[in-house]
């Protein structure tokens, strides 16, 4: 490790003081004479344009640029190399966002020393929103495990949406009377709607860290508490950016107070806005997955993956140029898409499109901590109010408070098994988990109004301390809290193999399932979803997204209750099983 560590760190110097000496010593060529002397050769008349010079600046423009990003290109390379460190060597208290927020913070502060201009080196808000933030959106909701997002999707939605409507409150008006008393200077105490406008931003919970550790296999995390802190934090960040801009439309600095009507009319604006991106995502993934059914470009793996990648964008596009919430809109066109457009891709494209925006993710995740990072030096703002930094952290940690218990005391009400119940311990992780991150500070940036230096340190500030902190001691918070499970779940399959490369299934009873499956509400769009959508959609000729196509295959076996034979073939050929009840073990050959 030593040896390792050594290598890392005179590697990492190594790089970083020849790129820097490259980029920014550059030697004075003995030919050129300093612009102030002057010159032998008569002067040119004006009239003429002077093309050399211009060309020569543009070249060196270009040559600057080139060094510039392969700086940046070596520090990206040492955030990754740093986050497999990470977690090769188990250093929970040491999230990669927060290492690469480090890294920035160090780089930040070095190269304001060194460069004049700084705007490659600092955040922008559009190029997060518009490049950066789709690959992270669609490949949450592409890569979701949809089951248990959808068995906890009543908690998923009283958390994301009821809990950040509360939270935002919360903060606004607890921000708005400390302004008015005193306490905090630098914002408006005759504008409500400027620190509604701040708490909308700040409720935007960010848990890249702290799901970072969760997702560990080795911590073995309670299963229906990852779920919860994923599905909030994804529809938490759709339903704060809905929010904020609801807000900003009705953000008059003349006209501070709102009227009566106005109140109503932000709430309509909210469902109306949340209800059309869910229907864009929802649409554009059935148009997609409808296009690939019934065309052959599953023959051509590099074109349906390029326009999955293009339809992935374009939804996202679409959403934002319609006024609607494109986090929203994606990340439901992700889930659809998984759900049966998967089934239309090719083996290769499968995979591949899986891997391809994982790895996008990260990038993307990397470029946005690293930048945020170095934002503390590079955003050159006018104001840093540390009241106002303080005080926003106790607001955020009161708001949360005062959602996340009281709505988990409701859905408790709701949840008749004890196994279903959202535990005071569990409670204890989902308060603590509420870091903000990336989203908050980019909706920060496009804060209106004169204040805007103060909103954007201060949550930068929270978001900060929020990441390192709560990040690097969330492992021992579910130590703690003792929400880490054992291996001694319930395991709806296991595969064992017998030596001779064949696979021995151990199911539930299959009429079991299907009268589990088929009960209710639920049972009716199960059956829809299979007789119909599935149908003219994708995911009709397999058995599960899980589990590959078993395709002209005979199973036959032997039950403690009685026998099976099933057979099972494809391309419009008989299916035939007689079942029984009891635990089966299938013989697949």
Request: with cysteine.
């Amino acid at each position: 490790m030593a040896a390792f560590l050594a290598a890392f760190i005179s590697t990492f110097l190594a790089a970083f003081i020849s790129t820097f000496l490259a980029a920014f010593i550059k030697p004075t060529s003995p030919t050129s004479l300093p612009s102030s002397l002057p010159s032998s050769e008569p002067s040119a008349p004006t009239s003429l344009p002077t093309w050399e010079p211009t060309l020569m600046d543009a070249e060196e423009q270009h040559e600057t640029d080139a060094y510039q990003v392969v700086f940046l290109n070596i520090i990206l390379i040492i955030c990754v190399l740093l986050a497999y460190f990470i977690k090769q060597y188990k250093l929970y208290f040491l999230p990669e966002s927060a290492a690469a927020m480090i890294i920035g913070v160090f780089i930040g502060g070095l190269i304001t020393f060194f460069i004049n201009d700084l705007t490659l080196y600092q955040f922008s808000p559009e190029f997060f929103f518009f490049v950066l933030l789709p690959p992270i959106i669609f490949e949450a909701g592409y890569s979701l495990e949809k089951q248990r997002f959808f068995a906890n999707i009543g908690a998923i939605i009283l958390y994301a949406v009821f809990g950040t409507i509360i939270s935002t409150f919360l903060v606004g008006y607890m921000t708005y009377l400390f302004a008015q008393k005193g306490y905090i200077t630098g914002i408006s105490t005759t504008n409500p709607m400027e620190s509604l406008l701040f708490g909308a931003l700040i409720s935007a919970v960010d848990p890249v860290a702290t799901l970072s550790i969760m997702n560990n296999p080795e911590l073995q995390c309670n299963k229906l508490l990852y779920s919860l802190v994923f599905g909030e934090s994804v529809l938490n960040d759709a339903v704060a950016i809905v929010l904020f801009k609801t807000f900003r439309e009705y953000f008059d600095p003349e006209s501070p107070d709102l009227s009566e009507w106005d109140i109503p009319k932000v709430f309509l604006s909210f469902f109306y806005v949340s209800v059309m991106s869910i229907l864009v995502g929802v649409g554009l993934g059935f148009v997609t997955s409808y296009l690939y059914k019934h065309t052959s470009l599953n023959s051509y793996a590099n074109l349906e993956s390029t326009l999955l990648f293009l339809f992935c964008y374009f939804c996202y596009a679409l959403a934002e140029s319609l006024g609607l919430s494109g986090i929203m809109a994606l990340f439901f066109n992700g889930i659809i898409l998984s759900h049966y457009n998967s089934h239309n891709l090719s083996e290769g494209s499968r995979h591949a499109t899986e891997q391809i925006f994982a790895t996008l993710a990260t990038v993307s995740e990397t470029i946005v901590f690293l930048y945020m990072g170095m934002g503390a030096f590079t955003g050159k703002f006018a104001n840093w109010n540390l009241a106002f930094s303080l005080y926003g952290m106790l607001f955020c940690v009161v708001g949360r408070f005062l959602n996340i218990f009281p709505l988990s005391f409701i859905l408790n009400r709701f949840r008749v098994k004890r196994s279903d119940k959202i535990s005071c311990k569990m409670q204890m992780v989902l308060w603590f988990a509420g870091l903000r991150g990336a989203i908050a500070y980019a909706l920060a940036e496009n804060m209106p109004g004169l204040n805007k230096p103060t909103y954007v340190s201060g949550t930068l500030s929270i978001c900060m301390m929020t990441t390192v902190v709560c990040g690097g001691f969330t492992e021992r918070i579910l130590s703690v809290a003792g929400m880490k499970e054992n291996d001694e779940s319930i395991i709806d399959h296991q595969e064992i193999n017998d030596g001779e490369g064949e696979s021995l299934m151990t199911l539930q009873s299959p009429r079991t399932e299907i009268e589990s499956s088929y009960g209710g509400m639920k049972g009716v769009l199960a059956h829809f979803d299979k007789a119909v959508l599935q149908e003219h959609f994708g995911g009709s000729e397999t058995l599960s997204h899980e589990v590959n196509p078993v395709k002209d295959t005979k199973i036959e076996t032997n039950g403690a209750n009685g026998e099976i034979e099933l057979e099972n073939i494809h391309n419009g050929r008989r299916q035939h099983s007689d079942i029984k009840d009891g635990p089966q073990i299938f013989h697949i050959t």
